[in-house]
């Protein structure tokens, strides 16, 4: 199985800044790789796919990168409604896979 | 659009339990089925996923004998089937939708409380 690793655990940030989470696979995933979005009581949202391709609806200041073992999701200005949990799922692959997660909490 | 399934549930040990997710607002057989799981422990754990149009299925080793997938096209609904549960089975139970072996989980149910305790 393909493990993925994300970090960090938890962050805390304000309103307005620039974060950027990393997720870490034990093998190649070329882009077969999304950015969910949990937030207490809801299922997960998809946010991007394809390791950079935005998903329809979801704001700009979300942007997603990396290729291959590691990957990035960046929020520019952080809002409101963005704090919650973040995971990373790897797709190239059966078992598909899901980071452990990063929850980004209010400074 | 969207995936609804079926109400919480409490069983006890041993037991067995089948979830639902039926869909509205799509072609049933456009889109392969995936489960997943949430657990406090191990968090979001993909279990299997399935392909309405041929019902082909794909389980996680993890899974695998402990868990059966289907669908019944007629009535656009998919269903997890977990047989002999245990406690570490206490989880919130998701399906969510993708078109292809390489496609990320563009939609989901709202999830599924299962609580098992003696």
């Known amino acids: 199985d393909i493990q993925m690793t994300q970090s960090p655990s938890t962050l805390s940030a304000s309103v307005g800044d620039r974060v950027t989470l990393t997720c870490r696979a034990s093998?190649?995933?070329?882009?077969?790789l999304a950015w969910y979005q949990q937030k207490p009581g809801k299922a997960p949202k998809l946010l991007i796919y394809?390791?950079?391709s935005l998903e329809s609806g979801v704001p700009s200041r979300f942007s997603g990168s990396g290729s291959g073992t590691e990957f990035s999701l960046t929020i520019t200005s952080l809002q409101p409604d963005d704090f919650a949990t973040y995971y990373c799922?790897?797709?190239?692959?059966?078992?598909?896979?899901f980071g452990q997660g990063t929850k980004v909490e209010i400074k | 659009v969207q995936l609804v399934q079926s109400g919480a549930e409490v069983k006890k040990p041993g037991e067995s339990l089948r979830i639902s997710c039926r869909v509205s607002?799509?072609?049933?057989?456009?889109?392969?089925i995936t489960w997943v799981r949430r657990t406090p422990g191990k968090g979001l754990e993909w279990m299997g996923r399935?392909?309405?149009?041929?019902?082909?299925?794909n389980y996680s080793p993890s899974f695998q004998g402990h868990v059966t997938i289907s669908t019944d096209t007629s009535a656009r609904t998919a269903y997890l089937h977990l047989s002999d549960l245990k406690a570490s089975d206490t989880a919130i139970y998701y399906c969510?939708?993708?078109?292809?072996?390489?496609?990320?989980?563009?939609?989901w149910g709202q999830g599924t409380l299962v609580t098992v305790s003696s």
């Open positions: 969510a939708r993708h078109r292809t072996s390489h496609d990320a989980l563009d939609l």
């Open positions: 607002g799509y072609s049933f057989t456009t889109f392969w």
């Open positions: 399935i392909d309405p149009s041929d019902s082909h299925i």
């Open positions: 093998e190649s995933c070329s882009r077969w």
């Open positions: 394809n390791a950079f």
């Open positions: 799922q790897q797709y190239n692959s059966y078992p598909w896979t």
